[in-house]
């Protein structure tokens, strides 16, 4: 019994920081609640409530501004005497085509936040109930107007109790910012928006929603053009709109689609030229960078494999040579192109995917450290099969395919751009930019293909080949140890104790079908079974904070908001454990003693983002400084001024030098 009362005491501990929440209202198109940032309010302070909408899969809702038809939610509060409220505030909504239409709003799930004040009069002990009623239209092929009456009570403390707040969190990051850009409208509606944030790299999508409705024909494109320092969107106003300036919220979509929205006001401008890049550039950077990513840390396990694979090839036919080497460069073509499919689908689906998606599912990590596991034992010989490892060209596409889901931690320079912009062209565009990355990584191997005489200047086979098999396991037990140490970082103890349980049952496996009889086949497929229903129970586990080389405070908005509010310089270090740059970065160039000592020096506070699970907090300033993935380094100066976006390649030098330049 005292047991259970100390488990059910525990148990009920964190229910105190929990947001206060209304029943909810529910129908087949949408679930809606009633929220406050507030577990109890102090008197006189201002908090905040949130209307918030779960719409069901096809089903949309409006912005203030609903476009070519539909309208905006409403919540009408009836509060105490003397209380008072602010205005429902809008995220940035997305562009949702209906036939001719163009309606502006919102799929999924979004949060409508508006500011109450309390007055200095409460006294601590008593409770206040807030009631709201609410109307929104849920649309499909129909709108349906929908309504729910809501309830909250709050109790009032001396000093406020601020809730556990992810989605208010999620609802701040969607929210429009005050835009750093200037801005200009043409007579003919070319919006010219400027600013160094802007560059080809940074930029991939565009888009402006204006806050007058029937300035511009919604359903008309907003033709996008880039250079450094300028976007140009051409809008078409609306027949006897009348000129002049206008405003709305300017949404920016970076390489990786992640988005970030500011409100925006554009003064009557001159006449703007259109400007423009083409497919044959996105092309050139595609291969660029898929021919650095070899040099990457990530492809150094596969890399290895692959030299077994060449070493068999010395004083062999051409035909042989050329086999092998095109082998390999199918895979990774191959590899690039399904990658860049389920990429596609996934954003089409509404899901933010960016480079290395996958890295952020524990069971994916758990699988890849498995299939380490196996290529290693496979070349220490404890069973044979025809693979990756065993060269051939049929070996030699496997190794391909393997390059390319290794390598996806790993970003080289010029791919966020080839990325960026294979999101933004048609399905076969973007596809040929993902195939162009692959013919980079391929691209030594297709030189083999091309020129198999290369393959002449190899040593011959003989003895020494299998001693180099042995050595070249380690190279694959060390990827799965690397990838047991990330699933730690993202599931904890109990991630790193299925990973382990899973890898014994997949070495038992591999060895039961190497022993070639029907019994040791049969074991293989129950422990094999095994392994693979532990996986699924990853996904649920709780996130482990990973613990970057250069501590620091855990990154939010609200503790750099604070921190610059000192008039303290500030570091950002967005890392995850499972990127092999960020952690060379971290170990050359972040946690060095002359690094150490010039952030001391500067009283530069640090602070931690840990990607490691995708934190969507984290992926939402990813979006707002242009990128797809981590690492990413921001260097504020003291003050409220922008960050200084340092390179993803880092040197001491460079970090040196980068503190050096702060303001005094």
């Given at each position: 019994m005292p047991r259970f009362l100390l488990l059910l005491i525990l148990a009920l501990l964190p229910l105190r920081g929990l947001a206060v929440e209304s029943a909810p209202v529910s129908s087949p198109r949408a679930t809606a609640t009633l929220l406050a940032d507030r577990a109890a309010i102090a008197p006189g302070e201002e908090f905040r409530l949130m209307l918030f909408l779960r719409l069901a899969p096809g089903w949309h809702s409006y912005w203030s501004n609903p476009g070519d038809a539909g309208a905006p939610p409403e919540v009408t509060l009836r509060l105490p005497e003397g209380w008072s409220a602010g205005d429902l505030q809008f995220p940035a909504p997305e562009r949702i085509p209906f036939g001719p239409l163009m309606n502006f709003g919102y799929k999924g799930e979004v949060g409508f936040p508006l500011p109450v004040s309390a007055p200095a009069t409460l006294r601590p002990g008593e409770a206040v109930t807030i009631e709201a009623e609410a109307t929104w239209l849920a649309c499909a092929d129909v709108c349906i107007p929908e309504e729910g009456r809501f309830m909250l009570t709050l109790p009032v403390e001396a000093a406020p109790s601020p809730a556990s707040l992810p989605r208010f969190m999620a609802a701040e990051a969607a929210m429009p910012r005050p835009s750093p850009f200037s801005a200009r409208l043409s007579p003919e509606g070319v919006l010219a928006v400027e600013g160094e944030a802007i560059t080809p790299a940074a930029v991939r999508g565009a888009a402006f929603f204006p806050f007058e409705q029937s300035r511009f024909l919604n359903a008309s494109p907003q033709r996008l053009a880039l250079r450094e320092g300028r976007l140009t969107l051409a809008l078409t106003p609306a027949p006897g709109a009348s000129p002049g300036a206008a405003e709305g919220v300017l949404v920016l979509t970076d390489a990786g689609g992640q988005r970030a929205s500011f409100t925006l006001r554009a003064e009557p401008g001159p006449t703007v030229p259109a400007e423009?890049?083409?497919?044959?550039?996105?092309?050139?950077?595609?291969?660029?960078?898929?021919?650095?990513?070899?040099?990457?840390?990530?492809?150094?396990?596969?890399?290895?494999?692959?030299?077994?694979?060449?070493?068999?090839?010395?004083?062999?036919?051409?035909?042989?040579?050329?086999?092998?080497?095109?082998?390999?460069?199918?895979?990774?073509?191959?590899?690039?192109?399904?990658?860049?499919?389920?990429?596609?689908?996934?954003r089409a689906g509404g899901a933010a995917a960016g480079w290395g998606f996958q890295f952020t599912h524990p069971a994916f990590v758990a699988a890849l450290a498995w299939v380490m596991l196996l290529v290693g034992l496979n070349l220490s010989g404890v069973f044979a099969i025809r693979g990756p490892a065993l060269g051939g060209a049929r070996g030699a596409f496997g190794t391909g395919l393997l390059a390319v889901v290794v390598a996806t931690p790993c970003t080289a320079p010029f791919m966020a751009t080839a990325i960026g912009a294979a999101l933004l062209l048609p399905g076969w565009g973007a596809l040929l930019v993902f195939a162009a990355m692959g013919l980079g990584l391929a691209l030594p191997y297709a030189a083999l293909a091309a020129f198999p005489a290369l393959a002449r200047s190899f040593p011959r086979p003989g003895p020494w080949m299998e001693r180099l098999r042995q050595v070249l396991a380690f190279p694959m037990y060390g990827a799965a140890a690397w990838l047991v140490w990330v699933l730690a970082q993202q599931a904890g103890p109990d991630g790193v104790l299925v990973a382990l349980a899973g890898g014994v049952l997949v070495a038992m496996a591999a060895w039961a079908f190497g022993t070639g009889a029907r019994p040791g086949r049969l074991l293989g497929l129950v422990a094999a079974a095994l392994a693979l229903a532990l996986l699924p129970g990853l996904e649920g586990s709780p996130a482990a904070a990973s613990r970057p080389a250069l501590s620091g405070e855990a990154w939010s908005p609200d503790r750099l908001a604070a921190l610059q509010a000192e008039g303290r310089p500030v570091f950002v270090n967005l890392t995850a454990a499972w990127c092999i740059t960020c952690k060379v970065n971290e170990r050359i160039a972040l946690d060095t003693e002359a690094t150490r000592a010039a952030l001391a020096e500067r009283n530069v506070a640090v602070l931690v983002g840990d990607w490691t699970r995708g934190d969507p907090a984290i992926t939402a300033l990813l979006r707002a400084h242009g990128r797809d993935g981590v690492p990413l380094y921001l260097l504020y100066p003291a003050g409220r001024g922008a960050p200084v976006i340092l390179p993803q390649l880092l040197t001491e030098g460079t970090m040196l030098e980068a503190i050096s330049a702060l303001r005094s």
């Open positions: 423009g890049t083409g497919l044959w550039q996105a092309l050139a950077l595609a291969v660029l960078g898929g021919l650095i990513l070899n040099l990457m840390p990530c492809v150094f396990p596969v890399l290895a494999m692959k030299a077994m694979a060449l070493a068999r090839l010395g004083g062999a036919e051409a035909r042989a040579v050329r086999g092998d080497a095109m082998g390999y460069v199918l895979g990774v073509l191959a590899g690039f192109v399904a990658l860049g499919g389920v990429l596609l689908a996934l």
